[in-house]
């Protein structure tokens, strides 16, 4: 994810050893005059002293907040504190986006939007830091001490062929170079993660809406579902959904809800048909997750409405085509949750403090009112069929 081509951050680390730093992308020139923005609140070079904001030389390799005579605010002395060092990655995320970044900073600039305005003006302020140069070339030295047989290799290691060699061995060298100034992770001020790919997010978007939305394409029979049932599901869940052992029930319990310890099943409790697809796709069998087939998921989604006698024909076939068709007993037993609709959330300024105008009384003793569960029964030990509420 480095916007920084390997090959080029190792000639910014070998240059830079020689001579002022270099870096790898950016135009200290065009940079000075993009560094114009800052001029009100920045000084740099030679004699400059703290402005608005704090000077700017020696800025690389220094903490965030990093300087004992500016004050900071407290977002940034905590960024600092957890680690952010400014470098070319961070310089880069920081001038993007200064508020998103350190939330809470006292910097008042919208921020760079032109990443070819951050690289320029990270490479003029670059020319004021001896950091960048000494900071690769550091990590360079430290790499040939700790890998023995390095030595060669850092001689003959033209920047071009160090980072074109294939081997893992290569591959690691070139990144432990480059990794401390420059090996930029995105992910905010720990520099954790990346943002996910197109293809990552695509594999994990599998939910399944109750208007159908999500469904992939196929088709299942009852006919079809019942062998991988049996083969799949029974060893847990029973033949008939009865729930073997300790395992949960899929179907039955019709008519329980009000009852004290009602069997919430499929049929009797579950609201709408898409949750039952996208569970089995999901999760089961328990401990092969996403073995099943799209169209076996569709077979075994129909076994289980004929098992709650929701449909009864064998030749039933469910598909991506009829499956919001299908209503399920209990779908009126759910209400909205239309609480934000009510006065009190609707107030732009809700009370929080000594909302009831008289004082609170105390009408009752928790004791006399019984709410403490009451084990001498047996009543109240563990919920009933093995349900999750
Ligand atoms: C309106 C004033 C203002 C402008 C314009 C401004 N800054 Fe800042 N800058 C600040 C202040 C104030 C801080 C201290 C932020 C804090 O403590 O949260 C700061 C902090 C910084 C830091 C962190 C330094 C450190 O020691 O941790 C950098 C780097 C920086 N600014 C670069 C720039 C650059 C580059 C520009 C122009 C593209 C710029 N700033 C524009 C006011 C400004
Ligand atoms: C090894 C045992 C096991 C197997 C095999 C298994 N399941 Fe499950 N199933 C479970 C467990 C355990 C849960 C409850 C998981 C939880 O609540 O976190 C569950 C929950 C379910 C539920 C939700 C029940 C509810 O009311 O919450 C459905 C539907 C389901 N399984 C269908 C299937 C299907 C279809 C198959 C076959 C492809 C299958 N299961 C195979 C153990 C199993």
């Given amino acids: ?19 002022a730093p270099a870096l790898a992308t950016g135009d200290a020139d065009a940079g ?9 609140c920045h000084a740099v070079g030679e004699g400059a002293a703290n402005k608005i904001g704090p000077h700017l030389n020696e800025l690389f390799g220094r903490a965030a907040g990093g300087l004992s005579d500016y004050k900071y605010s407290a977002a940034l002395t905590t960024a600092g504190e957890n680690g952010v060092v400014w470098d070319e990655a961070t310089l880069s995320e920081f001038l993007a986006d200064p508020k998103g970044f350190a939330s809470g900073t006292k910097m008042g600039f919208a921020g760079l939007k032109k990443e070819d305005d951050r690289d ?16 690769a070339g550091e990590a360079g030295s430290g790499e ?10 850092a001689e003959t290691s033209a920047p071009e062929q160090a980072a074109s060699q294939e081997t893992p061995q290569g591959e690691a060298d070139g990144a432990a170079v480059a990794a401390p100034a420059h090996a930029a992770p ?9 943002p996910a790919t197109e293809a990552e997010v695509a594999a994990w978007d599998i939910d399944i809406r109750p208007d159908g939305k999500g469904l992939p394409v196929g088709r299942g029979t009852v006919a079809e579902g019942e062998p991988i049932f049996a083969e799949q599901c029974a060893s847990c869940h029973g033949d008939f959904g009865e729930g073997r052992g300790r395992w949960p029930v899929l179907a039955g319990g019709f008519d329980t809800l009000t009852r004290q310890r ?12 898409s949750t039952v697809y996208d569970y089995v796709r999901r999760a089961m069998p328990f401990g092969n997750a ?6 076996e998921v569709y077979a075994l989604t129909a076994y289980v409405l004929y098992l709650n006698d929701i449909v009864t024909d064998e030749e039933f076939e469910l598909s991506n085509e009829n499956f919001t068709t299908i209503e399920m007993p209990n779908v009126d037993g759910f209400i909205p949750d239309t ?16 909302c009831k105008p008289e004082p609170a009384e105390v009408t009752m003793r928790a004791q006399v009112l019984d709410v403490t569960p009451d084990s001498a029964d047996g009543e109240g030990e563990g919920p009933a069929g093995g349900n999750v509420d």
């Avoid at 009602?262 to 048909?273: D, I």
């Fill in 186 to 194: 995105s992910g905010g001020p720990l520099s954790l993660g990346r």
């Fill in 290 to 295: 996403r073995s099943l087939s799209d169209d």
């Fill in 339 to 354: 609480r934000e609709a009510e006065a009190h959330y609707q107030a732009s300024d809700p009370c929080v403090t000594d």
């Fill in 32 to 40: 000075k005059k993009v560094f114009n923005k800052c001029r009100a």
């Fill in 1 to 19: 994810m480095s916007k920084f081509p390997k090959g080029l951050l190792l000639a910014g680390a070998i240059v830079g050893t020689l001579t």
């Fill in 144 to 153: 040939a001490v700790a890998e023995g047989e390095a030595e060669a290799e």
């Fill in 120 to 135: 320029n003006v990270i490479a003029y302020l670059a020319t004021f830091s001896s950091e960048t140069a000494a900071a």
């Fill in 262 to 273: 009602p069997e919430k099943t499929v049929g009797s409790y579950w609201p709408y048909l």
